[in-house]
């Protein structure tokens, strides 16, 4: 059993704690109260995601004093869609939400994102507080207030930048979790090591032939992990700088998700195979060596996570449209596309005006 993890986020818009590891939620029994002032809690909730927890959750909720109001969907990157956004915007004024009142999302980071955006824009900002229950969701996703939802021009296209009141992310949710989403939270561990945390990268490698998803050696990773966005996002919460590094592997990995077929491939898949290529496209262009590619490949593969295009869910994958999708990206200003590389693990740098004849000739290579 992990311990107890309190880690402040400074965000210049909003402070807020993350409560990670085992007992989160109990311990966040008198908080819950005081950001539920209208005694019920408005949840939000990935149906697969609260079936193993939602005795636990209501007995907490009951200490509380608070009587738990459901909203439920189905978890996946479907419910970031404009049809999700409205049904929850009118179940929330069903209800009559009051702006003091939180919406809770309970679920992984796609219900996380809807709810960060309906909160965000319900009667011009309700109060949120997300219960990450994935991995993924638990060291990224439910930090740092990007919420927002995908269109069919790609992901998070729109959205907002809205912190959370207050993040618990319990490690007993995790131990429903599949071992498929596990690992696609691993890749955005992984990748905060190489961005800017060798020290993390090097424990991940040091695992040696254990099993790198055991619950039990994750824990502290989660805290890291969660840590290392704080201080990040404290830095600069809208990603007008150094923010833009956690999108390390996203450029591909955001064009990868939008031409998958439908439902192929998780967000963290296609962050193992996304880091990988940024690594590798690195050392194409001369910024280093081969061996950061290489050993971003063996501590994700190690996970069972893929590292090739060839090897990616919900391929074939046409390099030209990968392109054209990258060329969509959020990061971009003025000509070229904007990447997330590195001269080394642990040393990313944000890298503008690409030409993308030039990525498409290095994709031409790798599918
Ligand atoms: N806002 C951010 O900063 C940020 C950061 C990273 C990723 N994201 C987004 O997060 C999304 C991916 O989130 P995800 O990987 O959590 O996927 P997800 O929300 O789709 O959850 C993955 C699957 O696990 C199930 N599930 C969730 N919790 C469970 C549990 N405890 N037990 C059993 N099943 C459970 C869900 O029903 C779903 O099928 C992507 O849309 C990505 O773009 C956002
Ligand atoms: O929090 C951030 O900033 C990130 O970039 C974290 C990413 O892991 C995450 O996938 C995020 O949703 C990507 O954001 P986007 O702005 O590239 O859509
Ligand atoms: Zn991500």
């Not at 990157?77 to 956004?85: C, T, Y």
């Not at 915007?89 to 980071?109: K, T, V, Y």
């Not at 190690?302 to 869910?313: F, K, M, Q």
């Amino acid at each position: 059993m992990s311990e107890l993890f309190r880690i402040p986020v400074k965000a210049a818009s909003r402070a807020y704690d993350v409560l990670a590891g085992a007992g989160a939620l109990e311990a966040a029994g008198a908080s819950l109260a005081r950001l539920c002032p209208r005694g019920r809690a408005v949840i939000l909730a990935d149906a697969a995601a609260l079936a193993g927890h939602r005795a636990r959750l209501e007995s907490v909720l009951a200490g509380a004093g608070l009587t738990p109001d459901f909203i439920l969907l189905d978890g996946g990157e479907g419910v970031k869609s404009w049809d999700a956004l409205r049904i929850v915007m009118d179940a929330l004024l069903d209800r009559e939400m009051a702006r003091n009142e939180c919406l809770i999302a309970f679920g992984g980071g796609t219900v996380g994102d809807l709810a960060g955006f309906a909160a965000s824009i319900m009667k011009r900002g309700c109060g949120f507080i997300q219960m990450p229950t994935t991995l993924l969701a638990q060291v990224d996703s439910s930090v740092g207030g990007k919420t927002g939802i995908n269109t069919r021009h790609g992901k998070n296209l729109v959205g907002s930048f809205y912190q959370p009141d207050l993040v618990i992310a319990d490690s007993g949710f995790l131990e429903s979790l599949p071992r498929r989403e596990l690992a696609a939270g691993y890749a955005e561990i992984v990748k905060a090591g190489l961005i800017a945390d060798k020290p993390l990268f090097e424990r991940l490698e040091a695992g040696g032939s254990g099993d790198p998803l055991a619950l039990g050696r994750l824990a502290a990773f989660i805290a890291d992990a969660v840590r290392f966005k704080a201080r990040i996002v404290a830095e600069d919460e809208r990603e007008a700088g150094v923010r833009a590094l956690l999108n390390l592997g996203h450029t591909f990995a955001h064009a990868f998700e939008a031409d998958a077929s439908k439902g192929a491939l998780i967000h963290g898949e296609a962050v193992a195979c996304g880091i990988v290529m940024a690594l590798k496209f690195s050392a194409r262009l001369g910024l280093c060596g081969p061996d950061g590619a290489e050993r971003a490949a063996a501590v994700l593969g190690r996970a069972g996570l893929p590292v090739s295009i060839r090897d990616l869910p919900g391929g074939p994958y046409d390099p030209a449209s990968l392109t054209a999708r990258m060329g969509q990206d959020k990061k971009n200003a003025g000509s070229g596309i904007t990447l997330v590389l590195a001269r080394g693990v642990g040393e990313a740098f944000i890298s503008p005006g690409h030409d993308p004849a030039q990525i498409n000739a290095f994709l031409e290579g790798e599918v």
